[in-house]
């Protein structure tokens, strides 16, 4: 069955540094997501990006945060600063259409030190 | 974005027993999804509800949209331990947002 990959699985910084996060999304998707949950919290949206824009995006998602589709298969998220509070699992996820279901990559565990 | 409040929050059974997670909404939705999350794990798409009062199984468990699309439910008939989890209700309207989940413990 296709799945979303995420790498690292795991990464720790320092806070202050900056961090990319990568996804490779399921190949005949066309519409890319992050989210992002802290431990034991609930799954929060950051942002969508489809055609190679953003589509729409969170409150969280500010000017620290961007996205980019480098190439055809990978899927970025950069925090450019990081802190403290950016410490939390960052989940990708794609789906083949709109309003269709979304398949998640196993994450990648952010600890920000 | 759309918000859904997500009741209750924790749920401990015994194995054999239903449960039931509801997931409500001040405004009418477009569609619901539901998700599954393993302890350790991430977010398993389940399904997706469009229609009012639409009802759909997957074998022991039962998805229902309400009359008026502002609520569903996801019912499991006579819980196993492998039915443990986190389930989410997620909701569409120019984004995504989940629930905050129904935590599922099961004691064998």
């Known amino acids: 069955e296709p799945e979303v990959t995420q790498t690292p699985s795991h990464q720790v910084t320092q806070m202050g540094q900056e961090v990319i996060l990568r996804c490779v999304p399921i190949?005949?998707?066309?519409?890319f997501y992050w989210y992002r949950q802290i431990l034991g919290q609930k799954v929060e949206f950051l942002v969508s990006?489809?055609?190679?824009?953003?589509?729409?995006k969170s409150e969280i998602f500010d000017d620290q945060f961007s996205v980019e589709r480098p190439d055809g298969s990978n899927f970025t998220l950069k925090i450019r600063s990081t802190k403290l509070e950016d410490s939390a699992m960052y989940f990708c996820?794609?789906?083949?259409?709109?309003?269709?279901?979304?398949?998640f990559g196993s994450g990648t565990r952010l600890t920000v030190v | 974005g759309q918000q859904v409040m997500q009741i209750p929050q924790y749920q401990h059974v015994q194995e054999g027993e239903d449960f039931t997670t509801y997931c409500n909404s001040s405004?009418?939705?477009?569609?619901i999804q539901w998700y599954k999350q393993r302890p350790g794990g991430h977010p398993v798409f389940l399904i997706q509800?469009?229609?009012?009062?639409e009802v759909k199984k997957q074998k022991r468990l039962t998805f229902q949209f309400g009359e008026a699309k502002k609520n569903s439910s996801l019912h499991i008939t006579a819980t196993q331990t492998t039915d443990v989890g986190t389930y989410f209700c997620?909701?569409?309207?120019?984004?995504?947002?989940f629930g905050a989940g129904t935590r599922l413990t099961v004691k064998p």
């Open positions: 996820a794609s789906s083949e259409v709109a309003g269709g279901g979304y398949t």
């Open positions: 190949s005949n998707h066309l519409y």
């Open positions: 990006f489809y055609n190679n824009e953003i589509s729409e």
């Open positions: 405004t009418t939705l477009s569609n």
């Open positions: 509800l469009v229609k009012s009062g």
């Open positions: 997620a909701a569409k309207n120019n984004d995504m947002r």
